[in-house]
């Protein structure tokens, strides 16, 4: 028996591609499906001014294979020194979707964000001025906070308060992980909205360390305890409109994640849409699936909708993905998720 969903041609809201020979082999895995992505900015140097956005565009674009379609949407990297003029000119030439703050410290090439949110008022006030969206990693990175608690005290902490000081200021919880977030995104009034990745709603902190330590399972924010992935399902699949997928897909080669220090990311491009595929049905929800990830996010943004389809195929045949895929950089594994999947993406 065959059983097809058609849907929008879906958009990822936090995407990974980084640069050089890794943007050449990973763009392919992305713009097979997805027609537009907002595109991190955690370069090494972080893409931090127009120009250097600009720039960072044409090399994406100059990565996409001949016959592939793909908008990429342009974010600025939040630093302490951050020009407000500069982040105006960006956005009001249509260049950049969204502003990245990353509190110092506390992820991938993270290192020139923000510790003392005074000094990126001004930035903040003009972003709400303009409506200019702010993506958030939203974990504190006080060594005295257990890292499983990191996102639920950055709530407390530092987002609801920001949120306070800056009416109007639009904001994206990137990448929740828990239910406290989705609670928080729940109880508060417009303009804030949240990314959820394909990972995080299929592996708990369990899949990370038992029966061993499993890298290519290690993001942050880190997986947490089963009742917030269900919570996190619980919000993707309830069409509630301010859930949207951003997968986070983060490739890192396969010696830097196999490490005695490894690198947090995991690389979920090629399977995303078979992945979401399977969990909606499991959710009973397929019908919520155009929601999540094609219509819900290009509402928040205030873009339209894609006018293509992508369609999803399921069948009595597992999906055979490749286990890894190879770049200029080294091999880059590709997320399993630990059960068979019978959806197709075409
Ligand atoms: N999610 C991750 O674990 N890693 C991301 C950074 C991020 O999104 O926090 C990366 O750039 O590798
Ligand atoms: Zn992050
Ligand atoms: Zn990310």
Redesign the pocket.
């Known amino acids: 028996m065959t059983e097809t969903l058609t849907i929008p041609r879906p958009d990822d809201w ?1 995407l ?1 591609l980084r640069d050089g020979a890794m943007l050449e082999a990973v763009l392919p895995e992305t713009a097979r499906h997805f027609g537009r992505a907002i595109i ?1 900015p ?1 370069l090494v140097p972080p893409v931090v001014t127009g120009a250097q956005a600009a720039a960072y565009r044409e090399r994406i674009l100059a990565a996409l294979p001949d016959g592939m379609a793909f908008e990429p949407l342009m974010t600025l990297y939040l630093t302490e020194d951050t020009d407000p003029a500069d982040v105006a000119a960006a956005h009001a030439s249509g260049l950049v979707k969204a502003v990245k703050l ?1 509190p110092a410290g ?5 290192a020139s964000g923000v510790s003392d949110f005074n000094k990126v008022r001004g930035v903040l006030e003009k972003m709400a001025e303009i409506g200019l969206p702010l993506c958030v ?1 939203g974990e504190v990175t006080d060594a005295d906070i257990d890292i499983f608690d990191r996102e639920a005290v950055f709530i407390d902490r530092v987002l609801d308060p920001v949120r306070k000081s800056t009416p109007g200021l639009r904001v994206v919880m ?2 929740i992980t828990t239910k406290n977030g989705v609670d928080y995104v729940k109880s508060s009034a417009a303009g804030l909205g949240a990314t959820i990745t394909t990972h995080h709603l299929i592996i708990n902190r369990n899949h990370i360390l038992v029966g061993g330590i499993k890298p290519h399972y ?4 880190v997986a947490k305890r089963e009742e917030h992935r269900l919570a996190l399902r619980a919000a993707a699949a309830s069409g509630d409109a301010r859930f949207f997928l951003g997968t ?1 897909s ?1 490739p ?1 080669t396969d010696p830097n994640k196999e490490s005695a220090c490894g ?4 690389f979920t491009a090629t399977n995303t849409m078979s992945l979401l595929a399977h969990v909606f049905e499991e959710e009973g929800a397929l019908d919520k699936l155009a929601g999540f990830a094609s219509e819900n996010g290009p509402a928040f943004y205030g873009l339209p909708v894609s006018s293509e389809t992508l369609s999803l195929r399921k069948s009595g045949t597992a999906v055979d993905f490749p286990e890894k895929i190879e770049t200029g950089d080294g091999p880059v594994t590709v997320f399993d998720p630990g059960f068979a999947v019978h959806w197709r993406a075409e």
């Open positions: 936090h990974h991190m955690n990353y506390a992820t991938t090439n993270s990693h990137e990448h290690y993001c942050l924010p986070d983060a890192h690198c947090a990311g995991c």
